[in-house]
């Protein structure tokens, strides 16, 4: 029998102290995107860093996730392979924009042939010819599509979304959101937002930190 | 058992200085305090180290209040700002070289003002330098820790919220001065506390700018020690020892004396406070002092600096011309080889000492980072012992550790021992960016595979180039500027240019001085600027580097 595929949280549970924030038990199928409602500061984030492994001190996380039958729990960031768009872009800003890109590709490959893949992502992102552009120069919508290329360089298994399109206006916000789900059909995503839009338009079931169903 | 490393490391780093001390000491229990209570020398030297030490720290701190309280956020600020932050990378040697050559009776002052005010036609007699007092010794103090201090308390500033207590302080009625000192000092000078305690420390106990600036017969009390413990031969080591006693004594002693008086501060402030006091009176006089002060304190130091570039050129100058009569580079082709080696010295054991400061700090700060240790405030008050302890007190008992390992007089002990005082520095000068940096960029690398050793080197650590590079800077011109552990650990045989500085001092050479004192000026001054159009080279094209750095 294949190794399921998706993301399993079993019994997840996110700590603060001994207060429980969040506890979920679920899978998430490649293509489909679960969004989590609660509001600020109900441990959303937390929930976020738990599954990357990257919990601050003073919080903490029990049971299990599981990413296409590979057990993560216990591994560090770097070797879990789930990706997160921050609220902001959190484009490195010291390298220039391919460097970015670069920095985010998965390893293996000729330089020309990362340089290309590179070329392509920008290409097929509206963005031709920014390789070499200073990251700060660029105007919100674009930084977000390169964040979101970056993070897809990287060819991770499953994406989480931490209110990436908050930052951005009504219409860019539409845009950018349509483009990340159109980038992410194959992948399991958790989109976290407090945003009611975002809610809709991802097309998901919406549930709260708990599990329970949220009308949107 | 991690959490115990940095307070470990931090006691293998203070255990010499803590053994140099006792070490050091020994002597003294084989006659040398009788032979110290026969010195007719003593009540005065006592006097004249705890005078001038402790006035010199209270005028910094008093000027420093002044110039934050009325000035910080006037557009007057930026200039003299400008003015004074480059000052701190002078070494203290170089400084009271330059303010000697401005203060004496044949220096530039007395000749601006001869013979039109004076009628002046030979220097006049009189000890504007080397008075009894110690005036100009405690003038150069305060010009150097002034600055010092300033950028300390600059750096504690927002912190302490000095905007929003302003306006309170001004809409209750108080004057800015008032409102400054009810709302915004306590807190900064809670900040402020240890900076000070080192600069009571250095001032009570420095050796080089005594013997440039100060007293002659007696000197303050280091001063006569360092002559003890330099005399050829060892005869008064026992005398030398028990007065570093007796110095460790007094600093200890200024230290309690200056909390009492923090005590009477508050005490001032509770009856400002509780008499409902506004003292918008107050203001101008202090905005005018403030400014005068300031200012006059900045541009003596400048007028000092350029009196030594001036007299390493000069060929005759003759009282009481202002100018050379012309100007020559013959003292520098002929200082040349001389100053050659001892510029070499004086970099290797810089760059040496500053490297190995770097490589400990950022490790350290590493460490504290990936463990997610919170800092440490015991270990960090450790940090400062090697500024808080007297180099007089300290350095006699590590000379004869150095002596006992047959590594007294080389280059290498002597950069061993910078490392001491460089890393505190290296230290206060780096944790703040280095902590400071923004975390998530971190966890956004490794959500995309990165490991922690790709992130420290492909994202921290170039990030913080501007940082690191600063640190490194002010390390340089911490080892560059140290005068009494090179004497004592080199044996007075490594001659950087600090040493050989101090001692052409005694002559009367002023044209070798001044070739000296600018060569040790270049150093540092380099090493800042460097600090400065490096990162604004690499990051030209990164504007969000270049916006993070205008801080």
Redesign the interface.
């Known amino acids: 029998m294949s190794a399921p595929t998706g993301l399993h949280l079993e019994s997840l549970t996110v700590r603060r102290g001994t207060d429980v924030l969040a506890q979920l038990n679920l899978t998430i199928r490649p293509g489909e995107v679960l969004t989590l409602m609660a509001p600020s500061g109900a441990g959303k984030s937390m929930l976020l ?1 738990a599954l ?1 492994g ?1 919990l ?2 003073g919080f903490s996380a029990s049971g299990h996730i599981v990413l296409n039958g590979r057990k993560v729990t216990g591994l ?9 768009l ?1 609220q ?1 872009d ?1 484009l ?3 390298l ?1 924009v391919g460097q970015n890109l670069q ?2 590709l ?2 293996g490959g000729s330089k020309a042939q990362r340089r290309s893949r590179i070329e392509q992502g920008l290409a097929a992102a509206g963005l031709s010819g920014f390789a070499a552009r ?4 660029l105007s919100g919508g674009q930084r977000a599509r390169v964040a979101l290329l ?2 897809l360089l ?1 060819e ?1 298994q499953a994406l989480l979304l931490d209110e990436p399109f908050a930052r951005l206006d009504a219409n860019l916000r539409a845009q950018i959101r349509q483009a990340t789900f159109d980038a992410t059909r194959n992948l399991p995503v958790i989109l976290v937002t407090h945003d009611q839009s975002d809610a809709v338009a991802a097309g998901g079931p919406v549930l709260s930190l708990f599990g329970q169903p949220v009308s949107p | 058992m991690i959490k115990a490393l940095p307070r470990l490391g931090l006691a293998l780093f203070t255990l010499p200085m803590l053994g140099g001390l006792v070490v050091g000491f020994v002597p003294a229990f084989s006659g040398g305090f009788a032979e110290l209570a026969g010195w007719p020398g003593l009540p005065r030297a006592v006097a004249l180290s705890v005078g001038t030490g402790m006035g010199a720290t209270a005028l910094s701190l008093l000027l420093t209040g002044l110039i934050v309280a009325m000035l910080h956020d006037r557009p007057a600020f930026a200039p003299l700002r400008r003015m004074l932050s480059p000052l701190l990378a002078v070494p203290h040697a170089a400084a009271a070289l330059g303010l000697a050559f401005l203060l004496a009776p044949s220096g530039w002052i007395a000749r601006l003002l001869s013979p039109w005010a004076t009628d002046w036609q030979q220097p006049p007699d009189l000890l504007t330098l080397h008075d009894p007092m110690g005036l100009a010794l405690t003038l150069g103090l305060v010009a150097k820790e002034m600055p010092f201090l300033l950028l300390m308390a600059l750096a504690a500033l927002p912190a302490c919220a000095p905007a929003q207590r302003l306006v309170l302080g001004a809409a209750l009625g108080h004057g800015r001065l008032s409102a400054f000192a009810v709302g915004v000092w306590p807190p900064l000078y809670a900040r402020l506390r240890l900076p000070v305690m080192a600069v009571l420390a250095y001032g009570m106990t420095t050796v080089e700018m005594a013997m440039i600036l100060g007293p002659g017969l007696p000197p303050t009390l280091s001063a006569q020690i360092a002559g003890w413990l330099t005399d050829a031969g060892l005869r008064h080591l026992p005398v030398a020892s028990a007065a570093a006693i007796v110095q460790l004594a007094l600093v200890l002693a200024a230290m309690g004396l200056w909390r009492v008086a923090e005590g009477a501060g508050r005490a001032g402030l509770r009856y400002h406070i509780g008499r409902g006091r506004r003292a918008v009176w107050a203001d101008a006089p202090a905005r005018l002092a403030a400014m005068g002060l300031g200012f006059g304190l900045a541009g003596l130091l400048a007028l000092s600096l350029a009196g030594l570039g001036l007299w390493s050129v000069a060929a005759e100058w003759r009282f009481p011309a202002d100018l050379p009569q012309s100007l020559t580079l013959q003292t520098w082709a002929r200082a040349l080889p001389a100053l050659g080696h001892s510029l070499w010295l004086t970099a290797v054991i810089a760059f040496g000492a500053t490297g190995l400061a770097l490589g400990l700090v950022i490790a350290s700060l590493q460490f504290e980072q990936s463990h997610g240790l919170v800092p440490d405030r015991w270990a960090e008050r450790a940090l400062y012992l090697p500024l808080l302890l007297p180099q007089i007190a300290v350095m006699p008992g590590v000379q004869v550790i150095a002596l006992h390992l047959g590594v007294e007089g080389t280059a290498l002990a002597v950069m061993v021992v910078h490392l001491f005082f460089v890393l505190p520095y290296v230290f206060l000068s780096l944790a703040p960016a280095y902590r400071g940096w923004d975390s998530r960029l971190g966890v956004a690398a490794a959500t995309l595979g990165a490991g922690q050793t790709r992130i420290f080197w492909h994202l921290r650590l170039p990030m913080l180039l501007g940082p690191v590079l600063t640190a490194a800077a002010l390390g340089i011109a911490v080892s560059a500027g140290q005068y009494l552990p090179t004497l004592m650990v080199g044996g007075g045989r490594v001659g950087t240019l600090t040493v050989e500085a101090v001692a052409l001092s005694s002559g009367g050479n002023r044209r070798l001085i001044g070739v000296f004192a600018v060569a040790q000026l270049a150093l540092p001054a380099v090493a800042f600027a460097l600090a400065l159009a490096v990162p604004r080279q690499v990051f030209a094209n990164r504007r969000a580097m270049l916006a993070e750095r205008g801080r």
């Open positions: 860093q990357i990257a601050p001190p560090p960031t770097a070797a879990r392979r789930i990706g997160l921050f902001d959190m490195f800003p010291h220039s920095f985010g998965a390893p200073d990251p700060a120069t970056r993070a990287a991770p």
